[in-house]
């Protein structure tokens, strides 16, 4: 499967953002998707999952700021951030686990500035 990111960009502390990740096949066939992250210097971290059954974890430094989501007939999944702090900047990566393999997006940047 290939994984395309979109919506980031450059937005104020306190701002939101709406990141989407769009895979080339059809997203009811796989397993685990989630957001990850990595800012300069640092290693990438997980962000948040969602399992093919709607099932969601997320780090505790966003829970209740961020949203995943998955919508399976535009085979599209979706991060909602809110109250987006400078720290957060980084690149944010789509991944995607099933019976294929693991996959990465390529990325898509996100600045808070402050």
């Known amino acids: 499967v290939q994984l395309v990111e979109s919506g980031g960009g450059l937005v104020q502390a306190g701002g939101s953002l709406r990141l989407s990740c769009a895979a080339s096949?059809?997203?009811?066939?796989?397993?685990?998707m989630g957001w990850y992250r990595q800012a300069p210097g640092k290693q990438r971290e997980l962000v948040a999952v969602?399992?093919?059954?709607?099932?969601?974890n997320y780090a505790d430094s966003v829970k209740g700021r961020f949203t995943i989501s998955r919508d399976n007939a535009k085979n599209t999944m979706y991060l909602q951030m809110n109250s987006l702090k400078p720290e957060e900047t980084a690149v944010y990566y789509c991944?995607?686990?099933?019976?294929?393999?693991?996959?990465w997006g390529q990325g898509t940047q996100v600045t808070v500035s402050s």
């Open positions: 969602i399992t093919s059954g709607g099932s969601t």
């Open positions: 096949e059809t997203t009811f066939i796989i397993n685990d």
């Open positions: 991944n995607a686990r099933y019976f294929r393999g693991d996959f």
